[in-house]
């Protein structure tokens, strides 16, 4: 069983920045893919980006703006937003693929084994 915690949400202005964390309980960390999405009110929750064995991958949407980087050493994974825009006001969570799969896997929810609670983000204007 996997544990994940987020935070570092909040209000920013557009054009602002944050950082989101994830923290994972689990010895095994390190082999996880890991994987953040977001899902705005009346919304399906989207893939924003993810980091596996095979690279770091972003949504077209966030690309040049979003980063993700991870610490194996604490088990966390973070995700810096910089330019935000209104239309990234949503809540986002982070989510941990335990056991091999295909890339394309890892851009859908279903690809995920375990999931956070998620932090909200609201980009005003």
């Known amino acids: 069983q996997v544990r994940l915690v987020e935070s570092g949400g909040g209000l920013v202005q557009a054009g602002g920045s944050l950082r989101l964390s994830c923290a994972a309980s689990?010895?095994?960390?390190?082999?996880?893919?890991m994987g953040w999405f977001r899902q705005a009110p009346g919304k399906e929750r989207e893939f924003v980006g993810r980091?596996?064995?095979?690279?770091?991958y972003y949504a077209d949407f966030v690309k040049g703006r979003f980063t993700i980087s991870r610490d194996n050493a604490k088990n966390t994974v973070y995700l810096q937003m910089n330019s935000l825009k209104p239309e990234d006001t949503s809540v986002y969570c982070c989510?941990?693929?335990?056991?091999?799969?295909?890339?394309?896997?890892?851009?859908?929810?279903?690809?995920?084994?375990?999931w956070g609670q998620g932090t909200q983000v609201t980009v005003s204007s």
């Open positions: 689990g010895r095994t960390f390190s082999t996880y893919a």
């Open positions: 980091w596996s064995s095979g690279g770091i």
């Open positions: 989510a941990a693929a335990d056991g091999p799969r295909t890339l394309v896997a890892l851009t859908t929810t279903r690809g995920y084994d375990y």
